[in-house]
């Protein structure tokens, strides 16, 4: 869809009359969006920019996103066999979260996935899907995250590493690489993760831990906390602890997970939330959080969790809690999907080695 520079454009909202082509809105040029010359209205949700009548024309930039989503999921077959004879790459990550607006690739806003995805197009000359085992939101910070990348280059893994680092801001690296089979995908294949909140408890914060916990400094029943936790565990129905958006869709999502452990610990001037589940619902741990910490204040009795579980209801649960107390501590996978037939890590014949389950080293 294109439009005619020389014809003008009239808003409604400001009477200002305005060429086609790509136009600004408020204070930053907004390129997703693309003025009409019929149109006499601008809307851009991001902004929250409206006027009496809307006409909304989505930016060939954001099609073009869901459009390679949906390749990513469902490639088709001549994609796929070409897929098959690429390398499969498993990466583990570590990033702070605190400057970038999630996971996942947003317009015009510097994400981890699109970050990493500039650095391997600059490493190696290809342009590559970073698929990530979970979305972390804004904030939310990652001591070791897993995704996987295709790739054609032949670059030994040990060499990818340093070389894709190099490409890297310092608050994303890349802390192993390794083949894996085929047919391994980093979300699909996920057997569990953990997750771990922290909340500092001292009254005064330092400023080098603000960004990575939650300052809590006033009095918490710290036991009613840690007596809490355990409700959480099995296969439930989290709809309670689901974002709102997650919440209202009932017919299409399911909110049943199962959580493997959940516990409360105190150590040092940390207070800290640590949960390990088959997968977690939009905001689902920190909702969690946010309803211990009620507890702790003696607004919420620890008996109570099973019935806030019972009512499926947002509004049922506590508040929740801020991102930056989160991190993505490590995902685990079955243990034969990290064989490759072909290579082992040194590139020999062989199998990957990668210690999987309770005992496995983590990263902290």
Known sequence: MTCDPSEPTRCAASGETRGGSITPLGARPLPCIIILPSSDVLYCKEDRFSCLSMRVVILRREK??????????????????????????LLRLAYDGTEFFGWQVQPARPTIQGVLAAAFRR??????????????????????????????????????????????????????????SPQF??????????????????????????????????????QAMQQAAPYFEGTK???????????????????????????????????????????????????????????????????AIPEILAAASRSAAGPTAPARGLHLVRVFYPDELLRNPALDNEGNPGRIQEKIGPDADEVS
């Open 185 to 222: 995908h980093a979300r699909r294949d996920a057997r569990s993760k953990i997750y771990r909140y922290q909340i500092y408890r001292e009254p005064v914060c330092p400023p080098w831990l603000s960004r990575y916990v939650c300052p809590v400094p006033y009095v918490l029943e710290e």
């Open 237 to 303: 129905d989290f709809r309670s602890f689901a974002s709102a958006e997650h919440s209202q869709d009932r017919e299409q999502r399911s909110s049943v997970r199962t959580v493997f452990s959940s516990v409360v610990t105190r150590e040092g001037a940390n207070l800290t939330y640590t949960i390990e589940g088959n997968g977690f619902l939009h905001h689902m741990v920190r909702n969690i959080v946010g309803t211990l910490l009620l507890v702790g204040r003696n607004k919420i009795a620890p008996q």
């Open 123 to 180: 490493t190696c000359g290809e342009e590559v899907a970073v698929c990530g085992a979970g979305r972390t939101d804004a904030g939310v910070h990652a001591c070791e995250q897993a995704a996987n990348v295709r790739l054609a280059a032949p670059i030994p893994c040990p060499n990818l590493v340093q070389a894709v680092n190099d490409h890297l801001p310092e608050s994303i690296r890349m802390l192993s690489a390794q083949e894996v």
């Open 64 to 89: 073009e996103n869901v459009k390679a989503q949906e390749q990513e999921e469902n490639p088709p077959m001549s994609e796929t066999i070409q897929r098959e004879q690429m390398r499969n790459i």
